[in-house]
């Protein structure tokens, strides 16, 4: 009896938190205003690089995020000056839960997302309204891993978990992490083969249309590589070597109703 009150309670709550996240989705998707984006720094290790990377973060250092999605949504014809507003938080002292691993079905996510914003309830320090997606960038110093976790860009909940360098040379490759994980936050699917991370065609291409095909010149942002080569595409270092694909701009609700 108790156990299937339970139940009940439990999924009434899922129900809740899925209804409540389809409408919140369904306004930002509608783009009549900014989506209010606040980014919350943290260390990813005990490094002295990573701490004073991290005391030297200034929301300048994110203005370039907020200029890309506006030009990009007006070169879409999204009639919205300023898509995306982000806002900088002050460092956060405590690691927010690991995201699930492999098996990210909508269940885990959504059980995950409730850990996150229990957590994100007690420890958001950052001041002014509620955001409408929170990211948490984790620094790492680069020479203690060359290589970086897996980001997380979940729908349900709103917020990701994006892994970065502390490091001003990796400025321009961690806002494209940024941006695409944020975009993941807003529906966007990824446009890579998951084997291969070798870009799609033709939703993965930036000009799917160029002749000859391959090399391309840019990466189109949920592909996250650019094609050189038949089997090789590099990484881009800045956000003015991506762009967003029209498969991408409909997912986030960029051409809906035109
Ligand atoms: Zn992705």
């Given at each position: 009896m108790f156990k299937r009150l339970r139940i009940l309670i439990l999924l009434f709550i899922l129900i809740t938190v899925a209804l409540g996240n389809w409408r919140t989705e369904s306004r930002l998707k509608d783009w009549q205003n900014s989506v209010h984006v606040t980014v919350y720094p943290l260390a990813g290790d005990d490094s002295p690089v990573t701490r004073d990377y991290l005391s030297t973060l200034r929301p300048t250092n994110f203005e370039a995020l907020e200029k890309y999605f506006g030009s990009e949504a007006s070169r879409l014809g999204?009639?919205?000056?300023?898509p995306v507003a982000l806002e900088l938080a002050p460092t956060l002292r405590t690691a927010p839960p690991s995201p699930p691993e492999g098996g990210d079905s909508a269940l885990t996510a959504i059980v995950w997302s409730l850990r996150m914003r229990y957590w994100a309830w007690r420890h958001d320090e950052a001041p002014g309204p509620k955001p409408d997606i929170r990211l948490f960038l984790v620094y790492h110093d680069p020479s203690r891993r060359p290589t970086l976790p897996h980001s997380t860009g979940l729908r349900e909940g709103r917020m990701a978990l994006v892994q970065v360098f502390a490091s001003p040379a990796d400025q321009g490759g961690n806002q494209v992490v940024t941006a695409h994980e944020l975009l993941h936050t807003l529906g966007a699917t990824d446009k890579y083969d998951p084997e291969t991370l070798m870009p799609r065609f033709p939703d993965g291409f930036a000009e799917p249309t160029r002749e000859p095909r391959i090399p391309q010149e840019r990466a189109e942002l949920m592909a996250g590589r650019i094609p050189v080569g038949a089997q090789t595409a590099d990484i881009p270092t800045s956000l003015a070597q991506t762009l967003i694909g029209p498969a991408t701009a409909r997912e986030i609700g960029w051409t809906h109703g035109r």
């Amino acid at each position: 009896m108790f156990k299937r009150l339970r139940i009940l309670i439990l999924l009434f709550i899922l129900i809740t938190v899925a209804l409540g996240n389809w409408r919140t989705e369904s306004r930002l998707k509608d783009w009549q205003n900014s989506v209010h984006v606040t980014v919350y720094p943290l260390a990813g290790d005990d490094s002295p690089v990573t701490r004073d990377y991290l005391s030297t973060l200034r929301p300048t250092n994110f203005e370039a995020l907020e200029k890309y999605f506006g030009s990009e949504a007006s070169r879409l014809g999204l009639p919205l000056l300023k898509p995306v507003a982000l806002e900088l938080a002050p460092t956060l002292r405590t690691a927010p839960p690991s995201p699930p691993e492999g098996g990210d079905s909508a269940l885990t996510a959504i059980v995950w997302s409730l850990r996150m914003r229990y957590w994100a309830w007690r420890h958001d320090e950052a001041p002014g309204p509620k955001p409408d997606i929170r990211l948490f960038l984790v620094y790492h110093d680069p020479s203690r891993r060359p290589t970086l976790p897996h980001s997380t860009g979940l729908r349900e909940g709103r917020m990701a978990l994006v892994q970065v360098f502390a490091s001003p040379a990796d400025q321009g490759g961690n806002q494209v992490v940024t941006a695409h994980e944020l975009l993941h936050t807003l529906g966007a699917t990824d446009k890579y083969d998951p084997e291969t991370l070798m870009p799609r065609f033709p939703d993965g291409f930036a000009e799917p249309t160029r002749e000859p095909r391959i090399p391309q010149e840019r990466a189109e942002l949920m592909a996250g590589r650019i094609p050189v080569g038949a089997q090789t595409a590099d990484i881009p270092t800045s956000l003015a070597q991506t762009l967003i694909g029209p498969a991408t701009a409909r997912e986030i609700g960029w051409t809906h109703g035109r």
